[in-house]
């Protein structure tokens, strides 16, 4: 008897996040909260900058500019090319640029000032890493960047695209909260009243593209996506596409979470069509 009441207080837990699940996957698959796909006729394609596309949610947003019929032309910042940024460079759209000293951009001062917008995805993680550290990496290497472009920019309007976090929370005492909430609320606050516009990305789960996961990485992604948890790091780009060509409909402080990211890559590709 009593182990039939142990299985029982076993089995609760997993039918409760059972149903749990499936109400999620449910909702999100009945979700229609569609984007209008973005009027982009007269747009001239864009130049854009990535910074981090060595790294997972880099090398996403690398491959969706480089699929882009909006964008003309891809500077890669970074301190180690990859297979992909050499296609791009033999394909005569990416042009890669050796970078190591993240608190100094006067060596490509002359290539910043004709960007339209920007992708960042450069971060690290906290394992082994200590807050002066990842600080400086998350705050101080794009707020150093954002003051050297906004000073050099001889555009009108130019954006910031920048990969945050999910659950940040002001009452978190975890130290990569905090640095994360820094890093937004100093980017954002930096363009205030100039033209710049900082546009805060803030998935889960990010899957790696198709080609570069490992089966484990795939089941993280095949486990959250269907209740709305994760997302392509090549969905981020073409949602950080989308929201470029979509200009000042979006205003400066903006914040994408998962699923409005979902719903920008979903009307990118719909135009596309």
């Known amino acids: 008897m009593k182990l039939a009441r142990l ?3 076993l089995l609760i837990p997993l039918v409760l996040f059972a149903l749990i699940y499936a109400y999620g996957a449910i909702k999100l698959a009945t979700n229609d909260d569609t984007v209008p796909i973005a009027d982009v006729t007269s747009a001239e394609p864009v130049t854009v900058a990535i910074f981090g596309a060595s790294g997972t949610a880099g090398d996403g947003i690398l491959k969706a500019a480089m ?7 891809i500077h890669v910042y970074t301190r ?4 992909r940024m050499e296609a791009g460079v033999a394909a005569g759209t990416v042009q890669v640029t050796l970078h190591q000293d993240y608190l100094d951009y006067s060596p490509i001062l002359e290539d910043i000032v004709g960007l339209d917008a920007v992708y960042w995805a450069i971060g690290t993680s906290t394992v082994g890493v200590d807050e002066e550290t990842y600080g400086r990496i998350h705050v101080d290497f794009p707020m150093r960047f954002v003051e ?10 130019i954006s910031f695209h920048y990969i945050s976090s999910s659950d940040l929370s002001e009452d978190s005492g975890m130290m990569w909260v905090q640095q994360k909430l820094r890093a937004e609320r100093s980017l954002i ?9 900082v546009i805060a990305y803030r998935p889960d789960y990010i899957g790696p593209t198709e080609e570069e996961a490992h089966l484990g990485q795939n089941l993280l992604y095949w486990f959250f996506a269907p209740v709305g948890a994760a997302v392509r790091a090549t969905s981020i780009g073409q949602a950080m596409i989308d929201v470029t060509v979509r200009g000042k409909e979006f205003e400066n402080g903006r914040k994408l979470g998962t699923a409005s990211i979902i719903r ?6 719909r135009r596309q069509k």
Do not use: F, N
């Not at 050297?148 to 309007?157: E, F, M, N, R, V």
């Not at 606050?189 to 516009?197: F, N, Q, S, W, Y």
């Not at 920008?264 to 590709?269: D, F, N, P, Q, V």
């Open 148 to 157: 050297s472009w906004l000073a050099a920019s001889d555009k009108p309007d």
């Open 80 to 83: 180690r090319a990859t297979e």
């Open 264 to 269: 920008y890559s979903s009307a990118y590709e």
């Open 67 to 73: 699929a882009s019929p909006d964008i003309g032309m």
């Open 189 to 197: 606050g930096l363009a205030e009243g100039t033209k710049l516009r």
């Open 7 to 9: 299985k029982i207080v």
